[in-house]
């Protein structure tokens, strides 16, 4: 519950606000009621630490629903959902500063980022399981940097012993005030050192990367979501909580704080750390464990109700798909084998080509959420594969799914659907029997189902 007198209390971050919040909120409502003309603004999205449940409740008589962005935890909401992507966030640590009935989407799965990651990390990550090493290495403090922690950092690196073979990529913005200073700097590097500014794709230079000396703000979910390992430079105060986090997961190296006299020597152990390839393999994979970059999609599906549909599968759902099979929660594994991701992901690349094989993703709005596939037998058999997000199991999409199937059955022409089923999978044999297949033989440690389609023998 919210208290009267935390309501009348301004938050710690008021000041950034540059005026006062009510009157903010008059210019707000008129705004909006000029643009709504009259109507309910469906959503709307506030993400301002000088806000909170003043301002949000004024503004409430224009909208149908309201989402806060937030990851502080220091004041109060009027909201209908509250986003906090920080990394071992709690819904205790939002206690008494929400409205009853209030949404919360908590941690890195709901990180908001460019769909360009999520499209590269099956790509990222099946790169990464043959990498050999330390080769190519990212530096990207943000696009200011108005205290050259970037300067530092090179200045750091040229004590630190490095493979021979290492290159330095350095990405600043265009207005970064100590931009000249760097280049300079980096020019008389021994290592060979670029420096790249306003970058525009920075997905692929993070998958072409080995190791990122980064800054822990909102850009480390886009590290973990292709599995790119880091050594982790808080830049500001509310970053020590992410890279501690990172650090307690197993995610990223912490060389300390980088105006601390000992971070060339953090810098250094790090540095010999990242080297080894078996750690940096445990690195990446714990950071692609955190985020997988479909967070935009979970939010928007918790803000909109928007019915199932099915795509074609493409190269970027195999890494997805292979994290759905082997979740110990999913109740639509088919059996109990440990499929490494590179095998899998060769199979998948193959299996994209392949004539007998259909696969299709269920989307709900921008969220892939499940998986279907027919492995053809002949010109009149195929054999059904399902498998949902845990996320969403429970929610009745399985039928979608096994409704997909039928539907392309038909579109093939085929007169059976077949199933193998593990006999403790007891969510999967019902769902089955309540679409139509009947159970067959045992074969091998699997039970069979099948369906055949009206007309057919």
């Known amino acids: 519950m919210l208290d009267d007198d935390d309501r009348n209390d301004d938050p710690p971050h008021a ?20 643009h709504a003309v009259g109507a309910e603004v469906d959503c709307l999205v506030v993400d301002h630490y000088a806000l909170d449940a003043r301002w949000e409740k004024a503004l409430r008589p224009v909208c149908k629903r309201l989402m806060v962005i937030d990851d502080l935890a220091d004041r109060p909401h009027d909201c209908d959902l509250l986003l906090d992507q920080s990394l071992g966030r709690e819904g205790a640590d939002y206690a008494g500063l929400l409205p009853p009935g209030a949404t919360t989407l908590l941690g890195p799965r709901y990180a908001l980022l460019r769909p360009e990651f999520a499209h590269l990390r099956a790509e990222s990550l099946a790169r990464r399981e043959q990498a050999g090493g330390l080769r190519k290495l990212l530096v990207t403090m943000g696009g200011v940097d108005k205290d050259n922690t970037t300067g530092k950092v090179l200045e750091a690196l040229t004590g630190c012993a490095l493979p021979d073979e290492v290159e330095i990529t ?42 990122a000396i980064g800054a822990g703000g909102a850009t480390t979910w886009e590290r973990c979501c292709v599995g790119l390992p880091s050594i982790i430079v808080a830049t500001a105060a509310n970053q020590a909580g992410i890279a501690e986090a990172m650090v307690e997961a197993g995610a990223s190296l912490d060389p300390g704080p980088v105006s601390a006299e000992a971070f060339t020597q953090g810098l250094k152990r790090a540095l010999t750390d990242a080297q080894d390839p078996a750690r940096l393999a445990a690195l990446s994979e714990a950071a692609a464990g955190i985020c997988d970059g479909d967070g935009g999609g979970r939010v928007l599906a918790r803000l909109m109700s928007a019915p199932p549909i099915f795509r074609v599968a493409v190269r970027a759902d195999s890494r997805r798909i292979w994290e759905w099979r082997q979740s110990t929660n999913s109740a639509f594994r088919m059996c109990r084998e440990e499929t490494s991701y590179k095998t899998h992901d060769d199979w998948f690349l193959s299996a994209l080509d392949a004539p007998e094989r259909v696969i299709r993703i269920l989307m709900l709005g921008d969220f892939p959420c499940g998986y279907l596939r027919l492995d053809r037998a002949g010109s009149t058999h195929a054999r059904v594969s399902v498998c949902l997000s845990p996320e969403v199991q ?3 999409l399985g039928h979608e799914l096994l409704a997909e199937a039928k539907k392309l059955g038909r579109t093939l022409s085929l007169e059976r659907l077949d199933a193998e089923i593990h006999p403790d999978n007891t969510a999967s044999r019902r769902l089955f029997v309540s679409a139509g297949y009947e159970q067959g033989l045992v074969s091998e440690e699997f039970l069979t189902f099948h369906r055949n389609f009206e007309g057919a023998s």
């Open 170 to 211: 350095v990405v600043m913005g265009p207005h970064a005030p100590w931009l000249d200073k760097v280049r300079a700097q980096a020019a008389a590097m021994k290592i060979p050192t670029e420096v790249l500014v306003g970058v525009s794709d920075m997905a692929n230079l993070m998958v072409e990367s080995d190791l």
């Open 15 to 34: 000041a950034w606000l540059g005026g006062d919040w009510a009157e903010d909120s008059r210019d707000s409502l008129d705004a909006l009621t000029e």
């Open 394 to 396: 429970g929610r009745g």
